[in-house]
């Protein structure tokens, strides 16, 4: 059974929920082992806030490529049909040869870092023509002033919850839900490796 995906619970947690969110969209509630979910949360919210309290700036970059590296492990010992490859800089961005959209169309997961009024991580789970579609943990009601051509969506609860336009993401500038500059960029793709397709399934889906 899949579950619905869940929202942050504080605000700098946005890190281990986007972790766990890309692991209740490719598998199966019953396929979860807890020690995987001990461990994302073990190994995120690692940044300490200016008055020195842990986990008061969230998760780091740093964390996130150990944990992808973590989940790659635990998926080559056979502990679970999970993949995961971690990207940064230049290898973060949308369009031909994109490996972030490359993993959507493969039936992947993207966990990525965008800017929300500050860095912020979301789950990327597919694509329109003109759009991501992403489950963004922050919960929010009402449409944003400053992208209103986001489309907030609220009836597919274990995939998404927004579609925002391709354009919005490979903005260097700090603004709604852009990669930002190049050397800041970073995303983590994740399988189930039982359902993605490969590249021979990806071209006749695409044909």
């Given at each position: 059974m899949?579950?619905?995906?869940?929202?942050?619970m504080s605000e700098y947690d946005c890190g281990p929920t986007a972790m766990l969110n890309a692991i209740s969209f490719l598998f199966e509630r019953e396929e979860i082992p807890p020690e995987?979910?001990?461990n994302?949360?073990?190994y995120c919210l690692d940044c300490y806030g200016p008055d020195g309290i842990s986990g008061k700036r969230g998760t780091s970059c740093t964390a996130m490529m150990f944990l992808s590296n973590w989940l790659q492990g635990f998926g080559e010992v056979g502990r679970l049909s999970i993949s995961s490859r971690y990207l940064s800089g230049h290898q973060v961005f949308l369009g031909p040869c994109?490996?972030?959209?490359?993993?959507?169309?493969?039936?992947?997961?993207v966990v990525a870092r965008v800017f929300f009024d500050e860095w912020h991580y979301v789950?990327?789970?597919?694509?329109?023509e003109d759009a991501i579609l992403l489950f963004d943990p922050y919960y929010r009601e009402f449409p944003f002033p400053q992208g209103p051509d986001v489309r907030?969506?609220?009836?597919?609860?274990?995939?998404?919850?927004?579609?925002?336009?391709?354009?919005y993401f490979d903005r260097a500038e700090l603004d709604l839900y852009s990669f930002g500059p190049v050397e800041t960029r970073e995303a983590v793709l994740l399988f189930n490796e039982r359902s993605r397709l490969t590249e021979h399934?990806?071209?006749?889906?695409?044909?």
């Amino acid at each position: 059974m899949k579950v619905p995906l869940r929202f942050q619970m504080s605000e700098y947690d946005c890190g281990p929920t986007a972790m766990l969110n890309a692991i209740s969209f490719l598998f199966e509630r019953e396929e979860i082992p807890p020690e995987l979910i001990r461990n994302i949360m073990l190994y995120c919210l690692d940044c300490y806030g200016p008055d020195g309290i842990s986990g008061k700036r969230g998760t780091s970059c740093t964390a996130m490529m150990f944990l992808s590296n973590w989940l790659q492990g635990f998926g080559e010992v056979g502990r679970l049909s999970i993949s995961s490859r971690y990207l940064s800089g230049h290898q973060v961005f949308l369009g031909p040869c994109s490996p972030v959209e490359d993993a959507l169309r493969r039936r992947g997961a993207v966990v990525a870092r965008v800017f929300f009024d500050e860095w912020h991580y979301v789950l990327m789970t597919g694509m329109e023509e003109d759009a991501i579609l992403l489950f963004d943990p922050y919960y929010r009601e009402f449409p944003f002033p400053q992208g209103p051509d986001v489309r907030i969506i609220r009836d597919q609860p274990c995939r998404c919850n927004r579609a925002v336009p391709r354009r919005y993401f490979d903005r260097a500038e700090l603004d709604l839900y852009s990669f930002g500059p190049v050397e800041t960029r970073e995303a983590v793709l994740l399988f189930n490796e039982r359902s993605r397709l490969t590249e021979h399934a990806t071209v006749e889906y695409i044909i």
